[in-house]
């Protein structure tokens, strides 16, 4: 019971702001543009200013674990690679596969993962989880490319693809960082105070738009391609990954960042992405909606077990 309440306190702050979110935009106190607007500057601002000083206040030394990158990267690479095999040889129309694929193998792991990995360790420096989010956020977006570009009903441009995920906002404020901190430059008192705040804004907000943007219209139209997402992305792939991942001796936050890499909902952008190849609209968005609603409650559970077991 304790490892339960444990995981509540840790998911149920993050679940109470999504929720705020979905009542203010369905009370119409806030419109859709202000929405967008609002995400917009999340995207291209905060999470730059928030990954920029999640790196300069890291320890590098013990943050940059590139064999748990790789790890991660190999891990997620044959798990997309066998769910491809599976989906491929199914009756489901063309047009839904890339976008079940896609919402079945990436993960929201920033909006997600780092509130969660803060709430379950609060006095530890968390810098490995930010550290994966730069290396494999790019990489799930590569692999998300090339997915949707086998199963695009439409021309996709894959040159401008890579660069937008070049400018990725996250990878920019991470190079910030790495400047930063490798050039041994000090950040004025007033400057860094800027950041910390900037930074503590971030995530409450990015939530908050994520609930907003949670929609469930014509759910029942898509109960098995939606019931296929939800088990391959929040019980097939962490389950693969943390037994291996234990198996290699990963515990404590490298374990739970794994935990929430693989156990997390599908990523918001995978909607207008799959839009783009020109996979089903209500199969895109519905399962973002769906996971995202739904591993409230199998992340309380991932948490209870690793919990019990003393992993994390």
Known sequence: MDNFLIAVNVVLPVVLIMVLGYFIRQKEIASKQTFDEM?????????MILMMNNVIKSELKT?????????????????????????????????????????????????????????LYPELDIGVTSIM???????????SVLILQIFSTVEMDLKSAFVGILKNPMV????????????????PIALYRFLVTMSG??????????GGNVQFRTLRNNLGELGLVVGLKLFVQPLCLIIAAVIL????????SIMVLTGGPAAVSTFPMAVAAGQDVDVASQAVALTTTLCIVTMILWISILKALTLI
């Open 133 to 143: 989010i730069v290396f494999l956020v790019p990489f799930m977006n590569i692999m």
């Open 172 to 187: 920019i404020g991470t190079a910030i960082g790495f400047v930063i901190k490798f050039s041994g430059v000090t950040i």
């Open 249 to 256: 001796g990963y515990r404590q936050v490298e374990l739970a």
């Open 39 to 47: 995400n917009y500057i999340v995207f291209k601002l905060l999470f």
């Open 201 to 210: 804004m971030t995530t409450p907000l990015a939530l908050m738009i994520l």
């Open 63 to 119: 943050a940059l674990n590139l064999p748990l990158i790789l790890f991660c990267m190999g891990g997620l690479t044959l798990y997309l690679l066998i769910i491809f095999l599976i989906v491929s040889y199914t009756k489901i129309e063309k047009n839904k596969k890339g976008a079940i694929l896609q919402a079945s193998f990436r993960s929201n792991f920033v909006l997600m993962g780092l509130p969660i990995i803060q709430n």
